[in-house]
T-cell receptor
Framework: NAGVTQTPKFRVLKTGQSMTLLCAQDMNHEYMYWYRQDPGMGLRLIHY???????AKGEVPDGYNVSRLKKQNFLLGLESAAPSQTSVYFC???????????????FGAGSRLTVL | GDSVTQMEGPVTLSEEAFLTINCTYTATGYPSLFWYVQYPGEGLQLLLK?????DKGSNKGFEATYRKETTSFHLEKGSVQVSDSAVYFCALSRNTNAGKSTFGDGTTLTVKP
C-alpha cells in the first residue's frame, strides 16, 4: 500500500532549466494537490485537481504548470526555474470527504528542489 | 478568505511535560479542523480532526476540541515523549471548495529527555 509517491526526492537545477515532479497515488482519490513548504510560511497551495483532465490554480501558481492526464498521476512542471522556487514540494491527495465529511489529505514524502 | 494562526515556536519541553499548541482560525460557516504532524524528513500525516462544533478529536494521547465560540482548536497532550518531537500544523478545509486546505505556519516541538 504505497499511498502517495513523489519522484524525484531531491533535485538541483540551474536557473532557467526545466523539470517535472511526478506524483502518483494508488488510493483512487479524486482530488490531488501540489503544495510548497518554505520556512516559517507553512504550506501554500500551488495547483490542484478535482479529477482526471482538470486542473486549477491555487494560492501561488506563477511559474508552475500541472497536468492530470490519468487519475492516479499529477505532474508539476517548472518551465524556467528560478532561485525563488527553491523549496520542498509536497503532493497530496484526498477523497471527496470521508465518512465524517472531512477532507483528509494523504501526503507524499516530499521533493526537495534547489535552484542555483 | 480563510486563515489559520498558530502560536509561534519553537517549543521545547522536558519529557512528561504538558503540551499546549494554540490554534485559531478565521472562516465563515463550519469548516472541518485538523492537526497534522510532520516528523523529520517525512510528509505530513493526519494526527486528529473534528468536523463540527464541540467535537473532540483525539489520537496517540493528543486531543483538540472544536470551539466555535472562540474559533479555536488548541492541541494538548498531558505527558509528551521524546518521540513527539516534530512539526505540528493546524489546518481547516471545506468540502464545498474542492477540499482545499488552509494551513497554519507550523509549530516545531522538541522534547528533551
Amino acid at each position: 500500500n504505497a499511498g502517495v509517491t513523489q519522484t524525484p526526492k531531491f533535485r538541483v537545477l540551474k536557473t532557467g532549466q526545466s523539470m517535472t515532479l511526478l506524483c502518483a497515488q494508488d488510493m483512487n482519490h479524486e482530488y490531488m494537490y501540489w503544495y510548497r513548504q518554505d520556512p516559517g510560511m507553512g504550506l501554500r497551495l500551488i495547483h490542484y485537481s478535482v479529477g482526471e483532465g482538470t486542473t486549477a490554480k491555487g494560492e501561488v501558481p506563477d511559474g508552475y504548470n500541472v497536468s492530470r492526464l490519468k487519475k492516479q498521476n499529477f505532474l508539476l512542471g517548472l518551465e524556467s526555474a528560478a532561485p525563488s522556487q527553491t523549496s520542498v514540494y509536497f503532493c497530496a491527495s484526498s477523497r471527496t470527504g470521508d465518512s465524517s465529511g472531512a477532507n483528509v489529505l494523504t501526503f507524499g514524502a516530499g521533493s526537495r528542489l534547489t535552484v542555483l | 478568505g480563510d486563515s489559520v494562526t498558530q502560536m509561534e515556536g519553537p517549543v521545547t519541553l522536558s519529557e512528561e511535560a504538558f503540551l499546549t499548541i494554540n490554534c485559531t482560525y478565521t472562516a465563515t460557516g463550519y469548516p472541518s479542523l485538523f492537526w497534522y504532524v510532520q516528523y523529520p524528513g517525512e510528509g505530513l500525516q493526519l494526527l486528529l480532526k473534528a468536523t463540527k462544533a464541540d467535537d473532540k478529536g483525539s489520537n496517540k494521547g493528543f486531543e483538540a476540541t472544536y470551539r466555535k465560540e472562540t474559533t479555536s482548536f488548541h492541541l494538548e497532550k498531558g505527558s509528551v515523549q521524546v518521540s513527539d518531537s516534530a512539526v505540528y500544523f493546524c489546518a481547516l478545509s471545506r468540502n464545498t471548495n474542492a477540499g482545499k486546505s488552509t494551513f497554519g505556519d507550523g509549530t516545531t516541538l522538541t522534547v528533551k529527555p
